[in-house]
């Protein structure tokens, strides 16, 4: 099997956080990108994660609602489905 050059343009603080990750997980850059690169070729798919961390806003909101929940505060609870409607209906 022959080696191809591919070059690719990326900016200096992405080149030196690929070199880490790829030498923390014990791979060089080139043969991390090689298994990516193979991986999305055979599942033909490539699969992006965004990162799915709340903003402090949102984690307020889910602090709230987790006390509230906890204490009983704007919670209805129904068993059934004619009740839920009911309630529904009440609002």
Do not use: H
């Not at 790829?22 to 850059?29: D, E, I, R």
């Not at 709230?64 to 929940?69: E, F, G, H, I, V």
């Amino acid at each position: 099997m022959s080696n191809a050059l591919l070059s690719i343009r990326t900016d200096n603080d992405t080149k030196k956080e690929i070199t880490e990750f790829a030498n923390s997980v014990g791979l060089s850059v080139s043969a991390f990108v090689t298994v990516i690169l193979k991986q999305a070729v055979k599942e033909g798919r490539v699969v992006l994660t965004p990162n799915l961390e709340p903003t402090p806003y949102l984690e307020e909101v889910m602090r709230q609602a987790l006390a509230d929940y906890k204490t009983g505060k704007n919670f209805t609870r129904t068993t059934n489905k004619a009740e839920l409607r009911a309630y529904i209906d009440t609002l």
